[in-house]
Structure formats: structure tokens, C-alpha cells
């Protein structure tokens, strides 16, 4: 079962005049360590930095918030593992609101797709809910 679904679609410049015009502080207020060393060995930083802003505000959408209710920047958290499809770990907020979305005796899964076609980045963020004894 379908839960939430969110799309995001950001000019990957954008994320550029941020970096350009606030440095580290844009980059920390936004990102978790594990994204920004990611993202700063790519070969465009901006460019990774903006696919995984729109992952960010695809899952927020998602969620159903926006980045209110306790659900912030920092609580959604997207993981890249070589030979492995991307994907989000909650966390605070953003946990909360999906542990509230889930009936009882389900499990969420979170699907993320994430591309680029310069000067843009987009992302799509899946939350689907199955029962507990499918994981068994």
C-alpha cells in the first residue's frame, strides 16, 4: 500500500549561489556528514549536493509536512552504497511523522529514485507500507 509520494525538481545552480554565498554553514545546516563527504568527492559537488536537496524535499513531501512538524533538513538522510540502489534513513522529526503514518502491523519502505540533466537534479521519494510478516 501506497502511503506518500513526493517529487522535487531543483536548478542545480541554486544550490551553487548557496554554497557560493553561505559556504559550510548552508552546507551543515542542511546535510548530514556521511551526504556532505559524499557529495564533496563527486566531480560537481553542487550538482550532488542538489540531487540529494531534491531527494530532501521529495521525502518531505512525501511525509506530508514540508519541512514543518518536526520534520527538518537534517532527519532525512540519503545513503549511496556501492553496487547498491540509494537509500533514506528517518530520523527525529521526520521518523515520527512516518511511524504515525503506519497502521498497525506494518513496516514502511521507502523507495527514492534520484537523476540529473544539468542545470537540474530531481528526485521522487515512495513511502509504501507492508505488513510486518512479508520481512519475516
Known amino acids: ?13 541554486r544550490i551553487q549561489e548557496s554554497m557560493n554565498r553561505f559556504g559550510a554553514r548552508f552546507i551543515q545546516r542542511v546535510f548530514c556528514p556521511n551526504e556532505i563527504a559524499f ?26 509536512t514540508g519541512m514543518r512538524h518536526g520534520v527538518a533538513w537534517r532527519g532525512i538522510e540519503l545513503f ?16 515520527v511523522r512516518l511511524d504515525g503514518l503506519m497502521p498497525e502491523g506494518y513496516q514502511p519502505v521507502l523507495h527514492v ?16 507500507c507492508r505488513p510486518i510478516d512479508v520481512f519475516s
Open 39 to 64: 557529495c564533496q568527492k563527486r566531480p560537481d559537488p553542487a550538482a550532488a549536493f542538489a540531487r540529494h536537496y531534491a531527494v530532501k524535499e521529495a521525502a518531505c513531501k512525501a511525509l506530508g
Open 80 to 95: 549511496r552504497e556501492p553496487g547498491r540502489k540509494p537509500y533514506l534513513r528517518l530520523n527525529g522529526g521526520a521518523q
Open 113 to 128: 529514485s534520484i537523476s540529473d540533466e544539468p542545470p537540474y537534479a530531481t528526485a521522487i521519494v515512495i513511502i509504501e
Open 1 to 13: 500500500m501506497i502511503l506518500g509520494t513526493g517529487i522535487d525538481l531543483i536548478d542545480i545552480r
